[in-house]
C-alpha cells in the first residue's frame, strides 16, 4: 500500500499553454462562423486555420510591453497568420474570449472532480455496507449518547457526498455558458447568430444576457458548490481524526511502511493525511468568499475580479480534486476496530440506555418529569461510579419494583437501537 498522488489532467486546464490554445480554438471557431456567413473569404480562413499559431514566451514578452493579455496574444498570433488575421477577433472584445475560455475550463475540471466525487461515493457505499451491522458509539458534544453502527456513520456521507455530486453537477452547468456580444454585450458589432453557432460547436450555450462579461454569479455558485464540498471532506476528516485518538482508536488512517509519526516518539501514527484535509479545505472554503467579492463591478465591468480568479479558480478546482484523492486513498485504506468500538460502548456503564429506561418508566404510569428525575439520579451514581446503570437499578426499589426481570433485561438490550437501520438503509438506496 503506497500513496501516489499525480494529478496532472486537472492542472494541466490552467497551465497557460492550454489556455492560449482555447483561446485560439475560440478565435477560430468565430472565424469559421462568420465564413458560414459569407463574412470571410474561404482562401482566408484556410490561411487563418493553417497559420494560426502561437510561443507562449512570445505572448509573454509582448505582453511585459503592452500590458495586456489578449492583445498580446492576439498580435502573436497575427505574426504567424499574417494579412489575414485582420478578420481574427473582429467585432469582439476581450471578454467573450477569456469568459467564453473561462467556462470551458471551469466544464472541464468540474467533470474531473465529478469522476473523484463518484469514486469516493462508491467506496463510502462499500464502507457503509461492510460495517452495516456494526455498532459503535453516537456522540453528542464528544460524550457518549446512544449506539449507533459504523456502518451508519458512512452512510451518512455516503448521502452527503451524493449531494455534493448534484450540487457540483449543477453548479457546472450554471457557468457551462459562452458570450460573444462585444463592448457591453449588445452586439453592437457581430450579429447575435454568430454567438449562437460558436457556442454550440464549443458544447456551451449561450448566455442570454451579459455585459462585457458573463455575471459572476454564476462562477460565485461554482465556487460554493466547490467549498461546501470541501467543507463535507473536512467533516469526514475531522471525524477519522477524533475517532482515531489514542483514548477511542476506532479506527485509524493508513500509516505507511517507512512512514514516522515523529522526530522524538518512535510510536506515534498521526492522522496526517486527514490533518492535510483540513487544512487545504480551509483554502477552498475561504476562496469562497472571494468568489462572492467577484460578483460586484464597476457598471458594465471592471477587472477587479481578473486577478483574484487566476488565483482562486485554478487553486480551488486543482485543491479539491486533490483532496477527494486524498480521501479516497484514506478510505479505501481505512482501518476499522470494531473490537474497540464495542469496548467504547460498554465503557459508560450502560449509560446510553437511559432514554430507553425512562421512556419504560412513563409507560408504566410515571410523568416524563418523574421518570427522568429518577433516571438522572441514578445516571449521576453511574458517573460516581457506584455501578453500572443496570446494576444499581436493580438495587433501587423505584425502578426495579416497576419492572419483572425479564422486562428490565430487555430494555437494557443494545439490539433496540439497531432494530431500525434497514429502515434507514432502504431510504437513502442502500438496501
Known amino acids: 500500500m503506497i500513496e501516489r498522488y499525480s494529478r496532472k489532467e486537472i492542472s494541466h486546464i490552467w497551465e497557460l499553454e492550454n489556455k492560449f490554445r482555447i483561446w485560439l480554438d475560440i478565435e477560430i471557431a468565430v472565424c469559421e462562423a462568420r465564413a458560414e456567413r459569407g463574412e470571410i473569404p474561404e482562401e482566408e480562413l484556410k490561411t487563418i486555420k493553417k497559420k494560426a499559431d502561437f510561443e507562449v514566451a512570445r505572448i509573454l514578452e509582448i505582453e511585459d510591453e503592452v500590458h495586456h493579455d489578449v492583445i498580446a496574444f492576439l498580435t502573436a498570433v497575427g505574426e504567424k497568420v499574417g494579412p489575414a488575421s485582420r478578420h481574427i477577433h473582429y467585432g469582439l472584445t476581450s471578454s467573450d474570449i477569456v469568459d467564453t475560455a473561462l467556462s470551458i475550463q471551469l466544464r472541464k475540471s468540474g467533470g474531473i472532480i465529478l469522476q473523484g466525487i463518484e469514486k469516493l461515493i462508491s467506496v463510502l457505499k462499500s464502507l457503509a455496507l461492510k460495517y452495516k451491522d456494526a455498532p459503535c458509539m453516537g456522540r453528542s458534544h464528544g460524550v457518549h449518547a446512544e449506539p449507533t453502527t459504523f456502518g451508519v456513520k458512512m452512510a451518512v456521507?455516503?448521502?452527503?457526498?451524493?449531494?455534493?455530486?448534484?450540487?457540483i453537477a449543477s453548479a457546472v452547468e450554471s457557468v457551462s455558458y459562452g458570450k460573444f456580444s462585444g463592448a457591453v454585450g449588445t452586439y453592437s458589432n457581430i450579429d447575435p447568430e454568430i454567438e449562437r453557432r460558436v457556442c454550440k460547436k464549443l458544447g456551451l450555450k449561450p448566455d442570454p444576457i451579459s455585459t462585457q462579461v458573463i455575471q459572476r454569479d454564476r462562477h460565485a455558485e461554482f465556487m460554493a458548490a466547490l467549498a461546501i464540498c470541501a467543507g463535507s471532506l473536512d467533516k469526514l476528516a475531522t471525524e477519522i481524526r477524533h475517532l482515531q485518538r489514542t483514548e477511542v482508536r476506532e479506527v485509524e488512517e493508513p500509516f505507511q511502511k517507512g512512514q514516522k509519526g515523529s522526530s522524538a516518539m518512535p510510536h506515534k501514527r498521526n492522522p496526517i493525511l486527514c490533518e492535510r484535509i483540513s487544512g487545504i479545505s480551509r483554502v477552498v472554503k475561504a476562496n469562497?468568499?472571494?468568489?462572492?467579492?467577484?460578483?460586484?463591478?464597476?457598471?458594465?465591468?471592471?477587472?477587479?475580479?481578473?486577478?483574484?480568479?487566476?488565483?482562486?479558480?485554478?487553486?480551488?478546482?486543482?485543491?479539491?480534486?486533490?483532496?477527494?484523492?486524498?480521501?479516497?486513498?484514506v478510505m479505501e485504506n481505512l482501518h476499522v476496530y470494531p473490537q474497540n468500538m464495542l469496548a467504547n460502548i460498554s465503557r459508560s456503564g450502560g449509560l446510553f440506555y437511559t432514554q430507553s429506561l425512562m421512556l419504560a418508566l412513563v409507560d408504566k404510569g410515571l410523568s416524563r418529569d418523574q421518570a427522568y428525575k429518577l433516571v438522572q439520579d441514578i445516571a449521576m451514581r453511574v458517573w460516581a461510579g457506584e455501578g453500572s446503570l443496570l446494576e444499581l437499578c436493580r438495587k433501587d426499589p423505584a425502578v426495579a419494583g416497576k419492572f419483572a426481570s425479564d422486562e428490565l433485561d430487555g430494555i437494557f438490550d443494545l439490539g433496540r437501537y439497531m432494530k431500525n437501520i434497514d429502515y434507514i438503509y432502504k431510504k437513502i438506496g442502500l438496501l
Open 288 to 329: 469562497m468568499n472571494v468568489a462572492l467579492d467577484d460578483m460586484t463591478l464597476w457598471h458594465e465591468r471592471d477587472i477587479s475580479h481578473s486577478s483574484a480568479e487566476r488565483i482562486i479558480l485554478p487553486d480551488s478546482t486543482i485543491g479539491l480534486d486533490y483532496l477527494i484523492h486524498r480521501m479516497i486513498f
Open 157 to 167: 456521507l455516503y448521502e452527503e457526498f451524493r449531494r455534493n455530486h448534484d450540487r
